[in-house]
Structures are given as C-alpha cells and as structure tokens.
C-alpha cells in the first residue's frame, strides 16, 4: 500500500496518532479500499480506538492489493510518535508524507518530504502479527448524545487529571458526570472527593436518551479522544446502553476522516463485588469459518461497524478451526466474558475469569501483549557484583 | 570593587559586560570536567577533551571583552595555560543565575583564577583553583586536506539535528560527491532513520566533497556536538580524509563573531 499526505493533512494524521499513543502501545496499520485505518488497544482492553482517513484525504491512495490478504501491520507506537513528535514542527516543516507499507519485507516506509528540500526516511520493521478489531452494534443501543468537544473538555477540567474513572448518568431530563471511586474499605470512600457534574439538555447538540442509565468507563482515554477532537473543533457523539455494554464515542470530518473510541463499562449489577470488574461484553470477535467460506473473507464494504450506527460486525481476520459464533450464543455466554475482544493468536475463545482491576492496575505489564525489555524502569542499579568473576581460577 | 589582597601584578585582566556569552560557551564545553584554559594575547581559548577522541574548542575573541589587558612583559605568541575544574568556574559564573552580570577576570602567575561578577551593586568573587595545564590533543585539521566539506544556515538545523534517534548507539554520516547529497542515518531496534539534505538545499550554502564519505560516529558525541546550533548563525561540516569530523558553529555576538567548534574520531562498528 502507498499513500501520500499532502501538507494541511499531516497535522491531522500527527495528532491522531499523539491521540492513539495516550491510549496503546502498539499501532495496527490497515490499509482498506475505504482508506486507511489506525488503531490501537490499550493495556487492560478495556479501551479501543480507531481513526480511519478515507481517500480522499490523500494526494495519493494506492492500496495496491495483490492478493487476498489484508496485510498485518503493527508497529511499536514509540516509534510512530517519534517521527511526529512534534505537531508544530510538522505544521511548519513538512509539505507531504509518504507512507509504504511492504508486506513482503515486514516494513513500513515513511517519508517525510520537508522545506528546503530536506527528506527525513523511516522504515520501521513490523512486530508480531496479530490483527483486532472492535464488533460492536450500535443500532440496539438506545441512548445517543452530541456534544462539543470544547464544552466536554471544560467537563473533563473539573476533574482530577489522575482520575480513572468516571460515571455518566443520563436520564432523559439531565446529565451528570461523577468520578468513580473504587470500592475500597470504609475509611477510603470517606475521604475520598467526591466531584459530580451536571448539565442540562440545552448544552448538547444533541440528546436522545430512551432510558436513564449509569455508564461507568475509563475517562484517560476518553480525554485523549476527545482532545483530537476539541484540535480541530470537531463535535463528539456517545453511543451506550446500560452498564456493562461498551459505549461508542465517534467523530467525523465528513469525507476525509472518522474516528471511533469503544470503550468497555461497568455492570452496574457488579457493583456490589468488592473488586469492580471490567465486563464489556457482547464485543467478543466474530471468527471466520476455515478459508473455504472465502466470500466471507474481505471485511465488506459498508458494512464496517466503524462509525455508521447500525453496521453489522466487522468480520475478524481467521484463524482456523473456530467455533462460528452468532449473536445468539454470543447472547447466552456469560457476562463475565473477560475483554471485549480476542487477540488473534493460538489461544482458544474459552471463557476466562477476567482479571480483576486492582490486578490489572498493579501487573499492567503482565497484561501487556507483548513485552519490551528495553521498557523497564525497574532497578537497573546493581546491588551486588557478580559473584562468579572470570579472572579466579 | 576589588577587594583582594593581592597586590601582585596581574599577567591577564578581561572585562565582560555580560557574563552570559561566557557562560554559554562554558555550557556547550560541559561534557566533561577538566577545562584547559587558555589567554592569549588575542582573546581565550578554552579546551575540553574526552578520551581523547572527541575535542570542544571555544575561541573568545578580545573584542568580545569591554577591557582585555595583557601584560606588557608577556611575549607576542605567548600564552598563558592552566587546567581547572569546569563545573566550578560555571557555577562560579552562574551565580546571579540568568541575569546579565558583568564579569571581571584577574590572573596572578601561582595564584588562583579570580572571577568576580557584580550585578546591580552587589559584587561576587571567586577563587577557581589552578592546576598543571594539559596539552590537548593537536588533531591538525586546519592544515589537514579536506575530504569535504558543508556549510549550512544554522536556523533550521536545530530541528534536523535534534531528531536523531535516541535510541540508536552510532550516527552514520555520508556525503555523496556525484549525487551533491548529505545523508544523517541512524538504526536502532524501532526502526532505521536517514536525514537527506541535497546540495539545492537553502540550508547548504558551500557543498564541496572531493570523495565519497561514509563515517560512523558515536551518537552520544554527535548529540553533544550537535547543542550548540541553536545558538549559532552558521554550522560547518569538515571531514578528514581518516575519517575526523570537524563541526564548527559561528556564533554572533553583536558586531564579534566567536566560534565553537567540537572535533570528533570516528568509530569502527560491527556493521
């Protein structure tokens, strides 16, 4: 696949990838005929983003597609945030990027074309390969909000910037927005702040609540989220159900990007454990049949359950021998599906006891899909010298 | 304003109206501690060296200085040299912090550097230690032949030379003569990077290469190397043909240019 930004567009690609790196580690490239998409997973999967840039967005959009397979393309975010590090430097000194992805070496080629001449090349190597995707319904959800991005940015002020989570209660005549605090012994959830905020419909563009709910979700990644957008004044809407059910934040620059954060909530009904636990369920990857039922390949266009409400799942890329499953048996699995989606790889869709928050919290890393030791801030000071020296006999 | 008992006669008086200039330079110079310090007949020159393989030299000219009085006893071509610990002459010099405090520097032969700063009334003085002067590896680039050599606008480097992999251990330089071409290249573990800079550049205003050169330099050097250009007006990029990199920067101060110049071995990788 080759695509080339032309210069107003780069900023924009800079940022949704400075967005994508607050929330994951890793950044999946996949090139599709509807454009290219950028995604990434956090640590504790509880959160998924999404930005697609249609073609239109580029100069140049060549998928150039020899076979069949979509190519897997991950990278280490680092890197890709090191190449834009700076959103003022790329305003003022890139005129155009281009980016190459090249299955046949495991690589990415990024090029950015500068003033003066100057050409600064990157190619960054793939890492394991391994595919997600976030299926989701919107059409069953029955509540739907618009808000601008600035006034859910001055929301979000009032916030503690180190503040997890927070719980969104819409009821069809008021909003409210409280931080979320952890159940934790008596003597905590005293002292604890408690801040809740409320706003009236007037404040929205739009507001459509069916039915009153408490939505619990992360509000890291919604901030990041939501700072892309508040960037380029772009409004957000909520898509949710109940507690428990993911919520869908998505933006949209009509015809050239869109961007979706699914995020995976509470059950309130679990409130009661004194752990909360993360149940986003109902997004559990729908995995192909064996290669034979080739036309269900091709991720079909239209029919991404990217931004458009009322899509159908997109289909996840196959592994072998899996159980096919329908919404059905998706309906009767257990609610405490752990993580709202499968990583491709040789594990098994076998139902799993999620790991609890507090845990997740404390060994982030072991949730972590992969591992870099070059990551490790733990002590590199040695406490004592080898005690085997090669000089003793 | 002195208060010094010395009632000896001083082989070196300089005056600076501001502080700042000098400590600039003593900063750029801070990547290691023993400072060879030099007064000449047509200004100072400070000198500090790592292993031997990587060389910082700062000429401040006399015209630099308000007042720059040199010993009518002292030889035309002679110099006086002394060693002294870098960090205390900069924090010696630093300690009205960022204000622009005049500078007053005394030399008494056997006697310790005597600096006094006074800003605004309040006057400072310090005794900075002398010790044996060193001898400075003489890499002999200005009489050596040239590989090739490139002059750029420092303006906008400072962006370009600030993007280096952090992570990569060597900086590979080339410049190609038949293509007219400077390439900066970098490989690390996330990914390999090349910075291209053609001949046509604005940036370039002097591409001369008589060969082909291709040299690997540590990147913790170059980093060092590569501060100054934020400050500086021009840069320069001279090769040797072993392989020496000279990267020298002009540094406008008013009417006075002073220069910084940082000389570099190359380094042998297993690639």
């Known amino acids: 696949m080759k695509c080339i930004i032309p210069s107003p567009n780069v900023k924009v690609f800079a940022r949704a990838i400075h967005s994508l790196a607050k929330i994951g580690d890793e950044l999946y490239l996949v090139p599709q005929i509807d454009g290219l998409a950028l995604r990434t997973i956090n640590s504790s999967r509880s959160a998924f983003t999404s930005f697609l840039f249609n073609p239109a967005y580029f100069s140049v959009y060549d998928e150039q597609k020899t076979s069949d397979e979509v190519p897997n393309c991950k990278i280490i975010m680092r890197r890709a945030v090191a190449i834009f590090k700076s959103i003022s430097q790329v305003d003022r000194m890139v005129e155009a990027a281009c980016i190459q992805i090249d299955p046949s070496e495991s690589q990415v080629r990024i090029e950015l074309r500068c003033k003066f001449n100057v050409t600064k090349s990157y190619v960054v190597p793939f890492l394991e390969a391994d595919t997600v995707k976030a299926q989701y319904d919107t059409s069953e959800s029955s509540n739907h909000l618009d808000i601008d991005s600035k006034t859910l940015s001055s929301v979000f002020d009032s916030f503690l910037q180190n503040q997890e989570e927070v719980t969104m209660i819409a009821s069809p005549g008021e909003f409210k927005l409280k931080n979320f605090i952890e159940d934790q012994d008596e003597m905590s959830r005293r002292h604890a702040v408690s801040t809740v905020f409320t706003m009236k419909i007037p404040e929205f563009q739009s507001y459509a609540i069916k039915e009153t709910s408490h939505v619990t979700y992360c509000l890291k990644e919604l901030r990041s989220f939501n700072g892309f957008a508040e960037a380029f004044s772009l409004p957000l809407s909520a898509t949710f159900d109940v507690g428990g059910k993911p919520i869908v934040f998505a933006l949209s620059h009509e015809g050239f990007y869109e961007a979706a954060l699914v995020m995976a909530t509470i059950d309130e009904n679990s409130a009661t454990d004194p752990i909360p636990v993360n149940t986003g369920e109902r997004l559990l990857s729908h995995v192909e049949p064996p290669p034979k039922a080739s036309t269900q390949r091709e991720p079909k266009p239209g029919k991404t359950s990217h931004l458009t409400p009322g899509v159908t799942p997109i289909l996840a890329k196959e592994p072998l021998n899996r159980e096919l499953l329908t919404p059905d048996v998706m309906a009767e699995m257990s609610m405490d599906q752990g993580g709202i989606w499968d990583i491709e790889g040789n594990e098994e869709t076998v139902p799993r006891s999620p790991p609890s928050k507090k845990a997740r919290v404390v060994f982030k890393r072991c949730f972590d899909?992969?591992?870099y030791p070059q990551n490790m801030t733990a002590a590199t000071r040695v406490l004592a010298p080898d005690s085997d020296d090669d000089d003793e006999s | 304003m002195v208060s010094s008992v010395d009632a000896g006669v001083s082989l070196v008086e300089a005056k600076m109206s501001d502080c700042k200039t000098f400590a600039l330079f003593l900063k750029h110079l801070h990547f290691h501690e023993d400072l060879c310090f030099i007064f000449t007949q047509h200004g100072i020159k400070l000198t500090t060296e790592d292993s031997k393989i990587f060389q910082a030299n700062a000429f401040l000219q006399k015209e630099l200085f308000r007042d720059y009085q040199w010993h009518s006893s002292l030889e035309d071509g002679q110099e006086i040299a002394f060693d002294l610990d870098l960090p205390?002459?900069?924090?010696?010099?630093?300690?009205?912090?960022?204000?622009?405090?005049?500078?007053?520097?005394?030399?008494?032969?056997?006697?310790?550097?005597?600096?006094?700063l006074e800003d605004q009334g309040v006057v400072v003085e310090v005794?900075?230690?002398?010790?044996?002067?060193?001898?400075?590896?003489?890499?002999?680039?200005?009489?050596?032949a040239i590989s090739a050599k490139i002059l750029f606008a420092a303006e906008h480097m400072k962006e370009i030379l600030g993007d280096l992999d952090g992570l990569s251990e060597y900086v590979e330089i080339k410049i190609h003569q038949e293509r007219a071409l400077f390439q900066l290249k970098t490989k690390s573990a996330i990914g390999d990077c090349t910075i291209e800079i053609p001949e046509s550049s604005e940036l370039i205003s002097?591409?001369?290469?008589?060969?082909?050169v291709e040299m690997t330099y540590k990147a913790?050097?170059?980093?060092?190397?590569?501060?100054?250009?934020?400050a500086a007006e021009k840069v320069s990029f001279r090769v040797s043909p072993d392989g020496l990199l000279c990267i020298q920067y002009m540094i406008r101060m008013g009417e006075v240019k002073s220069f910084l110049e940082f000389i570099c071995c190359p380094s042998e990788t297993s690639d």
Request: aromatic letters at 16%.
């Open chain 2, 220 to 230: 913790f050097l170059l980093k060092q190397a590569f501060k100054p250009v934020a």
């Open chain 2, 88 to 116: 205390s002459l900069l924090d010696a010099i630093s300690l009205f912090g960022g204000t622009t405090a005049s500078l007053y520097l005394r030399y008494l032969e056997g006697r310790p550097l005597q600096v006094w």
């Open chain 2, 127 to 144: 005794h900075v230690k002398v010790r044996r002067p060193w001898e400075p590896v003489d890499f002999n680039f200005v009489k050596a």
């Open chain 2, 206 to 212: 002097h591409f001369s290469a008589n060969e082909d």
């Open chain 1, 369 to 371: 899909a992969t591992f």
